[in-house]
C-alpha cells in the first residue's frame, strides 16, 4: 500500500484491510477465506491466525465466525487465539467447512497428512501414511543418487504427464550437482514449455524453488534436499549459507518459514516423488556428509523405501 498506492503509515495486514472494507457494507457481507496449512513462506504471510486476530479486534464484534475443527492442528498455527475462540459466542464450529478431499494428489488423500507427520518429526504416523500412500498407488521413494532420481522421474512419466525438480531456495549447496537456487526461472516456460526445451520443467536442469511452485503441481517431482535443514536426535536444524559458510537460522518466525518451504516442495506431486539427499563430501567443509546423514536416516526411519 505504501509502495504501489502512495498510502504512508499503512499498518494494516491484508485481512484486517478487507474485513474492515466489507464492513462498510449497511445490510450484511460475507467473506470466504480458503487458507491452507503450513503455507506461510513469505514475510509478512501469517495464514489463518491473521484472519482470527482481525475479525477478533474490538470493532468487528458483530461479525460472527465460521471456521472448521480442524484449524487446531499444529499446522495452522494461531494457538494464542484457540481459548479465546472456543469461549466465544460468535464462532460456529462447522466440519463440514474443511475441504478434505484432495484435488491435488488424487492417488492419495494421506500426502499432506504424511508429509505433516513428517515435518513434525512423529516417524510412527508417517509410517502408517507412507503404507497407505502405496496401497492408494502414490510413489514414494528416496535415494542418494541424483542420476537414478532423474531416471526414475522420467520413466514414470506417461504421454504429456508433467515432471520437475524442486529445491528450497535456501538449497546453495547443491552446485556441486549443477543445481543452482540463485539461477531465476521463467515459471511460464519452466511449467508450460515443452520436452524439447532446456527451460522447461522436463529437462530436470533448471530448478523451481517454493517460492515459483506454490499453489501448483506437477505429476512427478525429484525433490533435492540440502543441508539447510537438516534432522537431529530430535528436532530440526535451521540454516542459512552466507559467504563460504552455514549460519543458524534462530528467528522463529525464518524457521517456521523454512519448515513451511519443504511442506510446499514434499506437497506438489500429484502422482509421485522421489526425494534426492545428497550423501555429502569430507573434503568439502560446507557439504560434510553429517550435515545430510540424519535426514536420510530420519527418512528411513519414517518407512519411505529406497529407490531401487
Same mark, same amino acid.
Given at each position: 500500500?505504501? *509502495?504501489?498506492?502512495?498510502? $504512508?503509515?499503512?499498518?494494516? #495486514? ?46 468487528? *464484534? ?6 472448521? %475443527?480442524?484449524? =487446531? ?31 491435488? #494428489? ?11 507427520? $513428517? ?5 510412527? &504416523? ?12 502414490? !510413489? ?5 543418487? $541424483?542420476?537414478? @532420481? ?12 508433467? /515432471? ?9 549447496? !547443491?552446485?556441486?550437482? @549443477? ?16 520436452? =524439447?526445451?532446456?527451460? #522447461? ?7 523451481? #524453488? ?42 522463529? =518466525? &525464518? *524457521?517456521?518459514? *523454512?519448515?513451511?518451504? /519443504?511442506?510446499? !516442495? ?11 539427499? %545428497? ?19 530420519? !527418512?528411513?526411519?519414517?518407512? $519411505?523405501?529406497?529407490?531401487?
Amino acid at each position: 500500500m505504501r *509502495q504501489k498506492k502512495g498510502i $504512508l503509515g499503512f499498518n494494516q #495486514s491484508e485481512p484486517e484491510f478487507l474485513v474492515e472494507t466489507m464492513d462498510r457494507h449497511q445490510d450484511w457481507a460475507a467473506i470466504v477465506c480458503l487458507v491452507g496449512s503450513g503455507q506461510e513462506i513469505n514475510t509478512g504471510e501469517a495464514g489463518i491466525g491473521e484472519w482470527l486476530e482481525s475479525v477478533n479486534k474490538s470493532h468487528f *464484534q458483530h461479525w460472527d465466525i465460521f471456521v472448521s %475443527p480442524q484449524f =487446531e492442528d499444529p499446522e495452522f498455527g494461531s494457538e494464542s487465539l484457540k481459548p479465546l475462540l472456543r469461549q466465544s459466542p460468535r464462532v460456529c464450529w462447522c466440519d463440514e467447512l474443511h475441504l478434505k478431499v484432495s484435488m491435488r #494428489s488424487f492417488r492419495s488423500e494421506n500426502v499432506s497428512a504424511f508429509v505433516n507427520a $513428517l515435518l513434525d518429526l512423529d516417524v510412527t &504416523r508417517a509410517r502408517q501414511h507412507v503404507e497407505t500412500m502405496r496401497d492408494n498407488g502414490f !510413489l514414494t521413494y528416496i535415494t542418494r543418487d $541424483l542420476d537414478r @532420481a532423474k531416471a526414475w522421474v522420467r520413466e514414470q512419466a506417461f504421454g504429456g504427464e508433467r /515432471y520437475g525438480m524442486v529445491v528450497s531456495s535456501q538449497a546453495e549447496r !547443491l552446485k556441486p550437482y @549443477a543445481i543452482d537456487v540463485r539461477y531465476k526461472i521463467d515459471p511460464v516456460l519452466w511449467f508450460l514449455n515443452d520436452k =524439447e526445451d532446456v527451460r #522447461s520443467s522436463y529437462y530436470l536442469e533448471d530448478v523451481a #524453488s517454493e517460492f515459483d511452485v506454490q499453489g501448483l503441481e506437477l505429476d512427478w517431482t525429484l525433490v533435492a534436499w540440502d543441508g539447510d535443514f537438516r534432522c537431529g536426535e530430535d528436532n530440526w536444524g535451521h540454516y542459512s549459507f552466507r559467504g563460504d559458510r552455514w549460519e543458524t537460522i534462530r528467528k522463529p =518466525e &525464518r *524457521q517456521k518459514y *523454512q519448515k513451511n518451504a /519443504y511442506r510446499v !516442495l514434499l506437497t506438489r506431486a500429484r502422482q509421485g516423488m522421489v526425494i534426492f539427499v %545428497p550423501p555429502g563430501d569430507r573434503h568439502d567443509p560446507t557439504r560434510d556428509p553429517d550435515f545430510y546423514d540424519g535426514t536420510w536416516r530420519y !527418512l528411513c526411519d519414517a518407512g $519411505l523405501p529406497v529407490l531401487p
